[in-house]
């Protein structure tokens, strides 16, 4: 459904995106992970054509974004963190007004407000609500459409932790209804509960790219927690799983008797990151 190919974008001497290369699938989640600064929203803005690369094409079912532009925006919904809402209009009237614009029937405004638990208050004005339901609001706007393919930038960044997961839920409904998304995120944990695949971009160049389970699988190392007792102590020490040193270690606080607890754990994203980049995401 997309395909970047071999993209860069420079900015006067600073080179922003690295000669990326990737695939989106038909009815894939594909997430972009990576800290601040790392290229993510500037390879977004080449992908929907608001930006353009410096090299490399990128193609959106089938289109090239540069030389088919409009089509390519019928097919695609964008919500990004700019707000570009009418702040003295209601709900309602904002969401007619976009009906309006990309000549979708009105019926679809009063299914789309249901669908995001907007109706009730359809009424308020844009300004008075809050950063969650705002962004509510612009998924609502990107989706009137019914585009096949959905970007999103930083969703749920800024959100407190309910409106973040029901906005987490919508996406995976629209998934299941067969739209193709590509968001971007800098938290792990959303990038692995709802991507199929992940992008890690580092410095303007994509670092790893695979399911989060094979990332983690490929670059993570399983570790084993342990609690001992030692002189009347308790020690806790995480070791790397199924190593002969950790199995001698493990045999020789067994025999003793002064093991407590003990358990695995799988590498997380984050854990992945830090190995390939040797740095830490906020
Ligand atoms: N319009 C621009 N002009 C100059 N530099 C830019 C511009 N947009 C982004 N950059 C730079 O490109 C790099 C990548 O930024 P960005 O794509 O916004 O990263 P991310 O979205 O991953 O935080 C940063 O160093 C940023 O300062
Ligand atoms: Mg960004």
């Avoid at 209009?89 to 638990?117: C, G, T």
């Avoid at 971007?184 to 303007?204: C, F, K, P, W």
Wanted: aromatic fraction near 8%.
């Amino acid at each position: 459904m997309i395909d970047v190919r071999n993209v860069s974008k420079v900015f006067k001497d600073s080179i922003a995106v690295d000669q990326i290369n990737f695939k989106v699938n038909e009815g894939e989640i594909f997430g972009f992970l990576g800290p601040n600064g790392a290229g993510k929203t500037t390879t977004i803005r080449m992908m929907i054509g608001l930006l353009k690369p410096s090299k490399g094409e990128i193609w959106i079912d089938q289109l090239n974004i540069q030389s088919n532009t409009k089509k390519v925006h019928e097919r695609i919904g964008v919500v990004f963190e700019l707000p570009n809402l009418y702040l003295k209009w209601s709900i309602r009237d904002n969401l007619v007004f976009f009906a309006d614009l990309y000549k979708v029937p009105l019926k679809q405004v009063e299914n789309i407000m249901e669908s995001l638990h907007l109706d009730n208050k359809a009424e308020q004005k844009v300004h008075s609500l809050s950063k969650g339901w705002k962004q509510r609001v612009l998924i609502a706007r990107a989706l009137l459409h019914q585009p096949k393919i959905l970007f999103l930038d930083e969703p749920t960044s800024g959100l407190d932790p309910n409106t973040a997961t029901l906005i987490r839920k919508y996406i995976h409904s629209l998934k299941l209804q067969g739209t193709t998304i590509v968001l971007t995120t800098h938290d792990m944990n959303e990038a692995d509960q709802l991507s199929d695949r992940v992008g890690i971009m580092y410095q303007g160049k994509l670092v790893a790219l695979d399911s989060p389970q094979k990332i983690k699988e490929r670059y993570g190392k399983d570790e084993v927690v342990v609690e001992y007792k030692e002189n009347n102590d308790l020690v806790k020490v995480i070791l790397p799983l199924n190593t002969p040193e950790t199995a001698a270690f493990l045999y020789e606080k067994m025999y003793a008797g002064s093991i407590i607890n003990l358990h695995s754990q799988e590498a997380t994203l984050a854990d992945v990151f830090a190995r390939l980049t040797g740095s830490e995401l906020s």
